[in-house]
């Protein structure tokens, strides 16, 4: 299916108006359940929750354990979820969107199981600075695998306040937006249906609530940028990595368990394998 040149207009006018649109029905049944089929099959892949593994990232769960919520990135070990990010009618809408041809930044799916907590309130484009790009060419997209909502801990958008950076708060000006300086009074949790979009400027203060809900939450969110300058993607998850391995990301609960390993494992009276 392709979107109407007359729907697209009156996106764009609210993506620019609220900072962000939805898009309903842009992916149909058939393709989210090849989507939601092949979600299944990474989350089973083994190694997934190594505290090694460089791509999968973890939240709080409903015990205040450590759960996988993440996978970023994704799209090289999938080629469907490759698919569904330069799905040619989402790109249509980017680009209108953005005004131009518009690259893919990065994409990462996160699922959000039963019980799992949300995200504190922030704007993607604090992450963004180092690239030197202009926030008003950068914009993130969630595709909606599932019905959500706020029980669920769909994304929440604080709207028209995508103008400016924020700030965080007094102590920590470099980290995420101080909640005090957005202008709290409306918020939104757009009510979703599976493969409804959600496309977002990199500027709009956005957060979720944990997943009340019975069932997973779960969205392919790849972001976008306008520029005519190939090799973004490959720019982007260069320094990603790098910078995880210096701050140490999942590295950290790896060694936490280091020295109960080496007591419990690597003692001479631990028998591993039983002689015949
Ligand atoms: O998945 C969510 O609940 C929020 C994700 C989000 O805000 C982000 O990754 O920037």
Redesign the pocket.
Known sequence: MSYLNKDLALSKQEYWQKGYTVLPGLFDAKQIEYMRQECGRLWRLPSLGDDLNLRTEFRRGPDNDYVL??LDPVIDMSSILAGAAMYSPLLEAVDTLLGGESELLKC?L?R?DPGTK??AV?Q?FLYWKWLDIKPDQLC?V?INLFDSGENS???AFYPAQHQALIPGPAGNETGDCDIARIDTSVTEVPLLAAGDVIIFHSLTP???GPNLSDRS?T?L?PSYCLTDKPGLYEKYYTREIIRRCEDMIGFERYLAQLSGFQRALLSRETVLIQSE
């Open positions: 919520d993440r990462k996160i959000k949300g995200y922030h993607d993130s969630a801990g769909g994304i956005h957060f979720s939450r969205i969110l």
